[in-house]
Antibody, heavy 122, light 107 residues
Framework: EVQLLESGGGLVQPGGSLRLSCAASGFTFSSYAMSWVRQAPGKGLEWVSAISGSGGSTYYADSVKGRFTISRDNSKNTLYLQMNSLRAEDTAVYYCAKDWASGYSSSWYNYWGQGTLVTVSS | EIVLTQSPATLSLSPGERATLSCRASQSVSSYLAWYQQKPGQAPRLLIY???NRATGIPARFSGSGSGTDFTLTISSLEPEDFAVYYCQQRSNWRITFGGGTKVEIK
């Protein structure tokens, strides 16, 4: 059974940093691209970042480029999102999501974690 | 950035009725469009990918159609568990965007 378990969310002041983790199990982690998608309270979905299965390719939304860094440790089956220079508008539930396709990035997400809440406020 | 506009924002229907949800792209996305369902307090669930392919385990009452800029998600006969918010998503050139969502509520 595929499981994705996010952690690391919490309350942080504007300008602060936070690192999110997503522990994956139930599939061959290194074979799948992974993404982070966020959802501000009461709002819609916003794609944040993606990384290839090998970790060699990374992609970012313009809204987070230069501030967030996605990475993965395939030996630990874990996905990360390092978030720096946080702003109030980064407040959201952050989901990690598994790509539907094996071996390439389809950008369709067939498994999602339960999400972790990041609140940026003074 | 490709903007996806979903309509209507809210659809009020009764169980057993047919639901037709629209997603319009600001420029062509070919057939690279997906649909997700999200219930309160839950993560999204992939329903349809590549415009018309049902994801694993998705009931046949869900169908997707369209290409280019105009897409439709149809639920042929609403079940009680189908009342939720539905999002479309496109994947053009790693500028991935979602639509604003359509809420299907019980009339």
């Amino acid at each position: 059974e595929v499981q994705l378990l996010e952690s690391g969310g919490g309350l942080v002041q504007p300008g602060g940093s936070l690192r999110l983790s997503c522990a994956a199990s139930g599939f061959t982690f290194s074979s799948y691209a992974m993404s982070w998608v966020r959802q501000a309270p009461g709002k819609g979905l916003e794609w944040v970042s993606a990384i290839s299965g090998s970790g060699g390719s990374t992609y970012y939304a313009d809204s987070v480029k230069g501030r967030f860094t996605i990475s993965r440790d395939n030996s630990k089956n874990t996905l990360y999102l390092q978030m720096n220079s946080l702003r109030a508008e980064d407040t959201a539930v952050y989901y990690c999501a598994k790509d539907w396709a094996s071996g390439y990035s389809s950008s369709w997400y067939n498994y999602w974690g339960q999400g972790t809440l990041v609140t940026v406020s003074s | 950035e490709i903007v996806l506009t979903q309509s209507p924002a809210t659809l009020s229907l009764s169980p057993g009725e047919r639901a037709t949800l629209s997603c319009r792209a600001s420029q062509s996305v070919s057939s690279y469009l997906a649909w997700y369902q999200q219930k309160p307090g839950q993560a999204p669930r992939l329903l349809i990918y590549d415009a018309s392919n049902r994801a694993t385990g998705i009931p046949a009452r869900f169908s997707g159609s369209g290409s280019g800029t105009d897409f439709t998600l149809t639920i042929s006969s609403l079940e009680p568990e189908d009342f939720a918010v539905y999002y479309c998503q496109q994947r053009s050139n790693w500028r991935i965007t979602f639509g604003g969502g359509t809420k299907v509520e019980i009339k």
